[in-house]
C-alpha cells in the first residue's frame, strides 16, 4: 500500500509562485508514473501534468510553460512547480500514482489564486 501526502499549497496573488510537494511512502515510488490533477469547485477532476519513472513529462495545455513537474525517487517525492499563477488555476490539487494495475490518489492541497 502506498500513501501520497501533498503539501505546499496556500494563497497566493495572480502572477506569484507555488510548489507543491507529494511524499510518497513505500519502496517502489520509483517505478510508479506520478502526476497531479486538480479540481475546482464545481468542475470535474482535471489533469495538470504527469512524469513517468523514466523522466518523460506530459502538461495540460493550460499550464504548458508555468508549471513544471519533477521527481526526487530518493526522497520518494514528486514536486509541481507553479510560476505565473492565475485566478483559474485556484483548485484542490491531487497527487497522482500509478503502476498498473495499482493506482493511488492522496488527500489533496488547496491552491487559491486571487486576482
Known amino acids: 500500500q502506498v500513501q501520497l501526502v501533498e503539501s505546499g499549497g496556500g494563497l497566493v496573488q495572480a502572477g506569484g509562485s507555488l510548489r507543491l510537494s507529494c511524499a510518497a511512502s513505500?519502496?517502489?515510488?520509483?517505478?510508479?508514473?506520478m502526476g497531479w490533477y486538480r479540481q475546482a469547485p464545481g468542475k470535474q477532476r482535471e489533469f495538470v501534468a504527469a512524469?513517468?519513472?523514466?523522466?518523460?513529462?506530459n502538461y495540460a495545455d493550460s499550464v504548458k510553460g508555468r508549471f513544471t513537474i519533477s521527481r526526487d525517487n530518493a526522497k520518494k517525492t514528486v514536486y509541481l512547480q507553479m510560476n505565473s499563477l492565475k485566478p483559474e488555476d485556484t483548485a484542490v490539487y491531487y497527487c497522482?500514482?500509478?503502476?498498473?494495475?495499482?493506482?493511488?490518489w492522496g488527500q489533496g492541497t488547496q491552491v487559491t489564486v486571487s486576482s
Open positions: 513505500g519502496s517502489r515510488f520509483s517505478i510508479y508514473h
Open positions: 512524469i513517468t519513472s523514466g523522466g518523460n513529462t
Open positions: 497522482h500514482g500509478n503502476y498498473y494495475p495499482d493506482t493511488y
